[in-house]
């Protein structure tokens, strides 16, 4: 069996290297000349079972692959139309007269730079404010400080008019807006900008291989309320005596036999 096997085998040898053609020799001439290059035609796009691919197709042995492209992909659009805004932000140039319609659109209006003759603080008065900023509301009285999220086109030491005042209050009296007072203001002092403790984003999908960890500080304005401006102060009357408490006379429990 095993000598059948050989002769079989040298049997096919034998015929395929009969069925070869040799290919002429090239001559130094034919090798030198430049060829034009071979048109395509519809005979040439005929399939070739003996030659390679062209291209290398990819299987994905995982469907989670194909999740996690496409979350970076997200992600990786999300952080650069944030930076292209935070870049348009900081590139582009106001007018005038956009820097104040954009701060009263928030709800302040920046007057100027502190001078060292100002007296804007002064002694406290039982007069309260509510105020808007942005999309925030804070109740204040005078001489309170306020944090704000970032005020632009304002520095520190500069005096403003928060003029998105909802309702003043005294003992007295209380006015309400509808829903703005137009005739109350609330002056302030910006004292300094600063940064907010940071807050950490987890973000997971499970069975996904997806984690995304990011920390944020929001940048922070504080303000210093000086003067409420729209409701008359009452003064109180001590007459030089501290104000007593109200003596609470004991109650008598009858006993019960």
């Known amino acids: 069996m095993a000598h059948r096997r ?18 002429p020799p090239l001559s130094i001439v034919n090798a030198l000349t430049p060829k034009p ?4 035609t519809t005979s ?3 399939p070739s079972w003996f030659t390679p691919w ?3 197709r990819h299987f994905s042995s995982r469907k989670s692959d194909d999740s996690e492209n496409e979350a970076e992909m997200e992600d990786s659009s999300d952080v650069e ?5 935070m870049a348009s932000d900081m590139v582009r140039d106001y007018s005038p007269g956009e820097k104040e319609a954009e701060a009263a659109a928030i709800g302040y209006k920046v ?14 008065e039982p007069v309260f404010a509510v105020v808007q900023i942005g999309s925030h509301q804070f109740k204040v009285s005078n001489g309170d400080s306020i944090f704000t999220e970032r005020l632009k086109f304002c520095e520190v030491n500069d005096k403003l008019i928060l003029n998105k005042v ?20 609330v002056h302030a002092v910006v004292e300094e900008h600063a940064l907010d403790a940071k807050v950490i984003i987890f973000k997971k999908k499970r069975r996904k291989n997806y984690r995304r960890t990011k920390g944020h500080r929001q940048e922070l304005t504080k303000l210093r309320i000086t003067y409420i401006q729209g409701i008359e102060k009452s003064e109180i009357k001590t007459d030089g005596k501290p104000l007593k408490a109200a003596d609470k006379k004991p109650e008598k429990i009858a006993a019960i036999a």
């Open 54 to 56: 062209s291209y290398v």
């Open 81 to 85: 139309e944030e930076s292209d805004e």
């Open 111 to 124: 007057v100027g730079p502190l001078q060292r003759s100002d007296r804007v603080f002064k002694d406290y």
């Open 37 to 40: 290059n071979p048109v395509i």
């Open 44 to 46: 040439n796009l005929e």
């Open 166 to 185: 909802l309702l003043l209050g005294s003992p007295t009296q209380t006015i309400i807006g509808r829903p703005i007072l137009p005739d109350a203001a």
């Open 6 to 23: 050989c002769l079989h085998s040298a049997l096919l040898h034998g015929t395929a290297l009969i069925s070869l053609k040799k290919s």
